[in-house]
């Protein structure tokens, strides 16, 4: 019966990972925004379909970790791939309040492939880290912020010799693509063509896996200040002091005061109001006809100057007569000989 129901499960294994293989190479070449709709549905329905190929997969137990890799049909050597499209499309998903969770599924997707090509020896490569969410691997990570200058150059080695490898099977796929695509190969190129995807999917992997963790910490730290400052904010505010005046001592403010203007006790209408109930302030009518007193006094005082000036000049007249009557030296007398 399980064998019949394996019979069953078999043709459409081919259906599911075709049609997610084409839906990702869709997605690459895409000119629409990845968080239209459009997109999104296409990242929905290929992640669906790589789900039950992976279960199809652990039903058939087509990969035993009991054999090797010449020991695997050279058909079914691109189901290795399934977990690396399952972490390519989980990056595609869009939705921010959820990013943390999308890039830790993706990354454990691309070390579940990695692991499997790592077994099999698909190439050569070192696995990266498993992270979690121990206080073991922060200390880790925390000692590792500052990596040595040895450690930087060996990355960067690895880097470029990643980078090499890529062009090299990038232009060997793309010789093999025709033949194998049209039936013309035979299974010695078929299985080359196989193998040389599996190793493009290791690099871009790797790749993946070294941004993904650099987002990650990005969004920790930023999660973390985000916690910190809403909880600066929740705190309690102190509640407001009264204003208040010192003095030296007591008898100094009895007598002498604070020194300076003290609170305000009362509002400018209000001391309006009191100084008008008792009077103090002058009487509405008075204000009103204060313009024409104010002009009589102008008027005065231009007519006073006036008188002045006309006294002025009579004085200085009588002077001039006096001293046209009185010439320089009138009435000494005493050194006359």
């Known amino acids: 019966m399980a064998a019949a129901e394996d019979e069953l499960l078999l043709p459409r294994l081919p259906e599911l990972f075709e049609t997610s293989k084409q839906l990702l190479d869709e997605m690459e070449v895409v000119t629409e925004p990845t968080g239209s709709r459009i997109v999104q549905d296409k990242v929905s329905k ?83 880290q498993a992270k979690n969410n121990s206080a073991e691997n922060n200390a880790a990570s925390s000692s590792m912020a500052y990596p040595s200058l040895v450690a930087m150059a060996s990355q960067r080695q690895a880097k470029i010799e990643r980078y090499k490898q890529k062009k090299e099977v990038e232009q060997r796929l793309s010789a093999l693509k025709t033949a194998v695509e049209n039936g013309q190969a035979d299974d010695e190129h078929v299985r080359e063509y196989h193998l040389l995807h599996l190793r493009r999917w290791v690099g871009l992997s790797l790749e993946e896996i070294e941004s993904i963790d650099q987002e990650i910490k990005i969004l920790r730290e930023r999660g973390s200040s985000r916690e910190a400052s809403a909880s600066h904010s929740s705190r309690q505010e102190r509640p407001a002091v009264k204003p208040f005046i010192l003095t030296r001592d007591a008898a100094q403010a009895k007598v002498f005061g604070a020194g300076y203007p003290s609170v305000a006790s009362m509002t400018v209408s209000e001391w309006y109001d009191q100084r008008q109930k008792h009077g103090t302030l002058p009487d509405p009518g008075i204000a009103k006809a204060a313009p024409e007193f104010k002009r009589a006094a102008q008027e005065d005082q231009e007519q006073k100057e006036e008188e002045d000036d006309e006294q002025t000049l009579h004085r200085a007249r009588e002077w001039d007569d006096w001293k046209d009557a009185h010439p320089r030296g009138y009435g000494n007398r005493q050194n006359m000989g």
């Not at 199809?56 to 050597?77: H, K, P, Q, W």
């Not at 595609?92 to 691309?110: G, T, Y």
Request: proline fraction near 4%.
């Open 46 to 128: 290929g992640l669906d379909l790589l789900e039950k190929a992976a279960e199809m997969l652990l039903e058939l137990d087509l990969f035993s970790r009991n054999e090797d890799l010449e020991e695997i049909a050279s058909t079914d050597l691109k189901y290795l791939m399934v977990p690396a499209f399952q972490g390519a499309l989980t990056l595609k998903q869009v939705n921010p309040s959820k990013r943390l969770d999308h890039l830790q599924w993706a990354r454990e997707h691309f070390m579940n492939y990695l692991t499997q090509c790592h077994y099999y020896q698909v190439a050569k490569f070192e696995l990266p």
